[in-house]
């Protein structure tokens, strides 16, 4: 599908937001793909704008060679504690989960109206599974699971971890810790979740005794996406009948190669404050702006403005 250096031409019938509107509602599967603008409305930072995750990454941490690093797992298995610090920062607040963006619910609109094929998020905030859009797949995880390094085992977040990681704190495996019994009350609560495995074999690196801490279900540089990103991909390019680009700087690989690798016939829309810098990627129109003044003008013209309103939690 990737021909060396093509560059899919424009379609010439696609030009205007009302082009943009009549696609909405003629199209029936729709691919969403997501990054953190979409979550900037409500005090998560993305990560590559002035004053972003990278920028106060670096500005914390000038010991590290690549803000990236944060998010790098042997670096996090030699030491959790800058990447629990910093998790504060984009651990959405509660309100946020009570209240996703207008992106957000309008996605979770499009899935309602039988319009959504896939949403593709790279955020790991959650908040597509808060706004009910349950045709996502979390491209790079989600904080929602936890999983010790040392012995496996992994479990459901609870309240007392979403009260530890805003506060800044490593979590510790409650078994290999010996805390267990501690917190048996809470435990029955997110193994009721169903996500407890037991298996025994350690996943830290070879010869490398980790400290039995849990990491949060993100994947980090060095992982690879979940295996739902490559059990849907391919049939999802290929039912595809329109892509909606939101609030993405399209940087990292395998997400950010997927515009280029549908049918050029396919029409591509982005809504983003910036135009894209990704070799042979051309959109047919570019929204730019705050995606969710757009995405709410687009509502308006679709007729759907009461039906996404600014109700509270919508699923
Ligand atoms: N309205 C419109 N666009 C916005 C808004 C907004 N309110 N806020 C931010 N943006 C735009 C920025 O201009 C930028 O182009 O959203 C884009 C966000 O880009 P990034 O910060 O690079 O975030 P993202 O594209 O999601 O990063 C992808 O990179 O480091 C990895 O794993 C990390 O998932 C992340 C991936």
Redesign the pocket.
Known sequence: ILERGYVRPKLPEINTLSDVVSLLRNSENILVLC???IS??LGIP????EG?IYERVQARYPFLDDP?ML?DLDQFLVDPRPFYEFAAEIFPPEEALRKPSFCHRFIAQLERSGKLLRCYT??IDGLERAAGISRTIFC?GSFDTLRCVKCNRSRAICEQDRHQIRRGNVIYCERCTGEEALHANDKRSSLDDGLASDSEDSCGSDGFDPEPVMKPGIVFFGEPLPQEFFDSIEDDLRRADMLLVI??????APVADMPRSLDASVPQILV???VVARARIQFDVELLG???FIVRLIAELLGWSDKIGDTERCS
């Open positions: 990054g953190a603008g900037t409305s993305d990560f590559r704008s972003g990236q998010f790279q955020n790079h609030g993405t700087s399209l940087q990292v983003n404050r910036e705050d995606c969710d």
